[in-house]
């Protein structure tokens, strides 16, 4: 037999091994990673010369400017990467799937800050004002919803995934969003795992069930903005500056703390809740995959997940 000739059943070439080494998915999240770093890191010292702004005119210089520079790097290289590229920032559906993400977001802190009102752990003590718009809306909801989502769910738990499974992708990302939170002011470690929990558990199941960032990124913004800017309650342990004036009385487990109601046991019963529930909707579909090791060489995860129609409820 002759080099070229084929066996029937093989491929007629193969990948250069550094091509392949490129394409592997903790390879991949490696790579995504560093970029995702280097367009955050150039946002930082392009504000960094700016002369000085109001802080609202600031705050929304840095969201535009990190969003634009992350979504030029994602769409460029980031999407590219790995065996089977895949846009989780797709067109298609955008507006419908943030729009619901929204929703979604203001009904589970409103049911959150509802029941915490029954409970008697907060009250309203008076009118703040409409000041704090704009840096809320950018720099507390819009600019987190954007960064931490495309980082989170669609860096890490997208090659996670493709490495080791959807639950190890949904019990790492899980840990790490948590985690990411311990440095915040007056965090605690029951904090990190309140968020662990209810944010990590809801997000990762959010995109799970979609397979798009949309939905993750207009919830995680909704959640921000409505605790914060509507309620006036401490967004992740940063004080807020809303439409009213606040205070979170009673224990701690209770209340949050000092905090915030994130960490309070009802927003982990109540957005837990939520996020189990579309965990159930997405293994029901079928959307949960294993580990690459268990899978057949010609199932690859992105090939299966290209649905033209994401499916909320």
Sequence with gaps: MSETDVVEGEPAEREALWVRILEFPLVALVVATVLFAVAS?????ILAYQPNMRAGAKAVSEAVLNIALLWVVYKLTISHLGDKPIDDLPAKGAWQLTAAGLVIGFVIFTAVVGVAFLAGSYRITGYGGWSGLLVSLASFSVLPGFREELLFRGIFFRWIEEFGG??????????????????NPNATWFSSFAIAMEAGILLGASYMLTRSLWLPMGLHAAWNFTQGFIFGVPVSGIAANGIVRSTLSGPDWLSGGSFGLEASIIAVVIATGAGLWMLVKAIRRGLLFGPMWTRPSAIVIPERLKYPEAKLL
């Design 166 to 183: 959807s639950w190890a992708a949904l019990l790492v990302t899980s840990a790490l969003f948590g985690l990411a939170h311990i440095l």
């Design 41 to 45: 890191t150039v946002a930082y010292l």
